[in-house]
């Protein structure tokens, strides 16, 4: 499909020719019209006598039939490449729509556990109670009379925020 002339667009030629029109009068653009219409018909006449002096030069040299032979080889070597195309385009299509199909699978599962997550029974959280150091508990004696040995001092209990992700 040719959209253009020339580089010059269907839009491009009306508005040349409402110039033409209005630069030459209804007169002389009648007769330049005819011109053109005499002028294209000859191109066309030439356009057919040089390709049918083209196909009667190509018919001379082909005695054998060997150029049109090997013209039904090319023409069949790209239908082949076509199908080929298309085969490969179809197959590629068919693999990225499994793939995407499987990644869609895996969302939904992964949404799936996040919600079972998000549903169960999460363990109740329990604050740890502060100690005051100021208070000692009273020593205790053992039943020997000796003093059990001092618990060791342990770190107090940090709050530290859950990760935001």
Same mark, same amino acid.
């Given at each position: 499909m040719v959209d253009s002339i020339f580089g010059i667009g269907p839009m491009e030629l009306v508005v040349?020719?409402?110039i033409a029109g209005i630069v030459m009068?209804?007169?002389r653009i009648a007769q330049v019209a005819r011109w053109l219409g005499k002028f294209t018909a000859q191109m066309q006449a030439i356009s057919r006598?040089?390709?049918l002096q083209l196909r009667?030069?190509?018919?001379?040299?082909?005695?054998?039939?060997?150029? %049109? $032979?090997?013209?039904?080889? !090319?023409? &069949?070597?790209q239908q082949e490449v076509s199908q080929l195309r298309r085969e490969v385009t179809g197959t590629a299509t068919g693999a990225l729509k499994e793939t995407?199909?499987?990644?869609?699978?895996?969302?939904?599962?992964? %949404? $799936?556990?996040?919600?079972? !997550?998000? &549903?169960?029974i999460h363990p109740p959280?329990?604050?740890?109670p502060e100690v005051d150091e100021a208070e000692e508990e009273p020593e205790k004696v053992s039943?020997?009379?000796?003093?059990?040995?001092?618990?060791?001092?342990?770190?107090?209990?940090?709050?530290i925020p859950d990760d935001p992700e």
């Open positions: 040349i020719l409402v009068g209804p007169q006598g040089f390709a009667n030069e190509l018919d001379s040299i082909d005695d054998g039939g060997e150029l %049109k $032979e090997a013209l039904k080889e !090319v023409r &069949n070597l995407s199909d499987v990644i869609n699978e895996t969302k939904a599962a992964f %949404k $799936e556990t996040e919600e079972i !997550v998000q &549903n169960s959280q329990f604050e740890m039943a020997n009379g000796q003093h059990p040995p001092a618990p060791p001092k342990l770190p107090k209990a940090l709050d």
